[in-house]
Structure formats: structure tokens, C-alpha cells
T-cell receptor, first 114, second 115 residues
Framework: AAGVIQSPRHLIKEKRETATLKCYPIPRHDTVYWYQQGPGQDPQFLISFYEKMQSDKGSIPDRFSAQQFSDYHSELNMSSLELGDSALYFC?????????????FGPGTRLTVT | AQKITQTQPGMFVQEKEAVTLDCTYDTSDPSYGLFWYKQPSSGEMIFLIYQGSYDQQNATEGRYSLNFQKARKSANLVISASQLGDSAMYFCAMREGTYGQNFVFGPGTRLSVLP
């Protein structure tokens, strides 16, 4: 079965640079979520989109923005990168109409800011 | 206040034995969902099991079962017949509300299965 695809899998950037992470949800899933997981931490919710509209916002810094496109893929744009942004960034997708709403996670993008 | 508490930072279990990973949660919403995810050292998050707040029976998925005690607000994961491949980080997560979308994760429990 198709899973959530994230690209790139690894990214190295310098401070103050920008980065764009991409997510391709499971086909027919209508909701995309972004999470940030720092080293040794649990995933922290950043933002979600339902049917291409922002639906919920968590602890996403103002330097970050995201959107979901007409083909349901989503991009997380990160500007003025800081050392503390180094983390594993997960995208997850779900089908809200389902009773359980379980989220299926992609493999993650490991961002290293130097 | 923490919404999800996992009091065991690390656990050890002998191969082929059963192990229980604790999870307690805090919510005032009558409708919620509880999830367990496994994160191996490779980093991916793997969905294991789900329990809805209105479910009458404890959820089971193969070797995984959920000991759901609603009055105590606990949702412990039981892994039977542990295997070496079960060594991983285990996260308990909660979705609040019928249409709530974001998950809140607990701090996780690192399970090590000993041969």
C-alpha cells in the first residue's frame, strides 16, 4: 500500500538559510499534519491542513509557513534557520471521515542546521 | 499540564515475555482517541493500535492489546511474546474531540528486549 512520502530525507543547511520540506500524503487522504521532533523529544505538532485549508496550528514559529496544494501535497517552508531548528520533521496524513482518524507518518526529513 | 504521561522512561523485557507500557492521559472532552506508535532507531513512526473513548472493548491488534481503564484515564499497551524487533521507542498519543486533528504525544518509553 502507498505510504506518506517525504522529501528530502536528509537536509543540511547553514544558519539563516531557508529550507523547503515536501510531503505527499497517502492517496485519498484529506488531511496533512506537520510535526517537529527534536533529539530525544516527543513529536510536537506544528500545523495541519484539511482539504487544502489550514485547520489547526500548534507550536509553529513565525519563521515557518506551510501550505497544501491542489494535488494535496504539502510544503513546509522554513526561513532564517537557527541551530535549534535541527530536528526530524514528520509529515502525517489521515482521512478525517474515518472513525479512528489515525495518522500515518512519513519517514521524516532530518534537518541539520550548522 | 501534561496531557499524556508515560512514567517509564525505559523498560527491559526478556524475549518471549509480555510487557506493559503505561500511559495516562488528561482531557475533559468526552470524545477522544488514544493511539500507540512505535519508533525504531531508524526513526519512522509506526501506528500500532487505537482505542476510542466510546469503545466498550479493549482494542487488540495481533500481539498488541490496549488495557483501557476510562475511569482511571489510563491506556496501557500490552505487548505479548516480546521479540527482539520490538526494541524501540513507544509513544502514547491522544486526539481530543470528534473532529480534533492534532495529536498530543507523551514523552515515550524506550523498550529494550533482551535475548
Amino acid at each position: 500500500a502507498a505510504g506518506v512520502i517525504q522529501s528530502p530525507r536528509h537536509l543540511i543547511k547553514e544558519k539563516r538559510e531557508t529550507a523547503t520540506l515536501k510531503c505527499y500524503p497517502i492517496p485519498r487522504h484529506d488531511t496533512v499534519y506537520w510535526y517537529q521532533q527534536g533529539p530525544g523529544q516527543d513529536p510536537q505538532f506544528l500545523i495541519s491542513f484539511y482539504e487544502k485549508m489550514q485547520s489547526d496550528k500548534g507550536s509553529i514559529p513565525d519563521r515557518f509557513s506551510a501550505q497544501q496544494f491542489s494535488d494535496y501535497h504539502s510544503e513546509l517552508n522554513m526561513s532564517s534557520l537557527e541551530l535549534g531548528d535541527s530536528a526530524l520533521y514528520f509529515c502525517a496524513s489521515s482521512l478525517v471521515g474515518q472513525d479512528r482518524h489515525e495518522q500515518y507518518f512519513g519517514p521524516g526529513t532530518r534537518l541539520t542546521v550548522t | 499540564a501534561q496531557k499524556i504521561t508515560q512514567t517509564q522512561p525505559g523498560m527491559f523485557v526478556q524475549e518471549k515475555e509480555a510487557v506493559t507500557l503505561d500511559c495516562t492521559y488528561d482531557t475533559s472532552d468526552p470524545s477522544y482517541g488514544l493511539f500507540w506508535y512505535k519508533q525504531p532507531s531508524s526513526g519512522e513512526m509506526i501506528f500500532l493500535i487505537y482505542q476510542g473513548s466510546y469503545d466498550q472493548q479493549n482494542a487488540t491488534e495481533g500481539r498488541y492489546s490496549l488495557n483501557f481503564q476510562k475511569a482511571r484515564k489510563s491506556a496501557n499497551l500490552v505487548i505479548s511474546a516480546s521479540q527482539l524487533g520490538d526494541s524501540a521507542m513507544y509513544f502514547c498519543a491522544m486526539r481530543e474531540g470528534t473532529y480534533g486533528q492534532n495529536f498530543v504525544f507523551g514523552p515515550g518509553t524506550r523498550l529494550s528486549v533482551l535475548p
